[in-house]
């Protein structure tokens, strides 16, 4: 199993990135697909996570209508693209796969993790 993310970078307030993330050997009738982020001296904190089996996504309030999750076709690269960008969204984020129908925001439900991509924000 694999999951590569990238995309992350420096961006100023109110600017864009979009972070992908490219998975591989792990696929389940149920499973979901979730962004993660870390700020230094910080828990992991779920982002948003989207259901492989039904493409339903769901966000963090502190992302909600700033930040859309999607995935490819063939649902083997999951995106996110993160517009209105704040200083407080500067963190490392991870991408992480689970398997089971009830995918939840929390870091334990998942199984599989790809390394951090940076994403800075400046003021």
């Known amino acids: 199993v694999q999951l590569q993310a990238s995309g992350g970078g420096l961006a100023q307030a109110g600017g864009s990135l979009r972070l992908s993330c490219a998975v591989s050997g792990f696929r389940f009738d149920d499973d979901a697909i979730g962004w993660f982020r870390q700020a230094p001296g910080k828990e992991r904190k779920g982002v948003s996570l989207?259901?492989?089996?039904?493409?339903?996504?769901y966000y963090d309030n502190s992302v909600k209508g700033r930040f859309t999750i999607s995935s490819d076709n063939a649902k083997t690269t999951i995106f996110l693209q993160m517009n209105s960008l704040k200083p407080e969204d500067t963190a490392v984020y991870y991408c992480?796969?689970?398997?089971?129908?009830?995918?939840?925001?929390?870091?334990?439900?998942?199984?599989?993790w790809g390394q951090g991509t940076q994403v800075t924000v400046s003021s």
């Open positions: 989207i259901s492989r089996t039904d493409g339903s996504p």
């Open positions: 992480a796969a689970g398997e089971g129908r009830l995918a939840t925001m929390n870091p334990t439900w998942y199984e599989y």
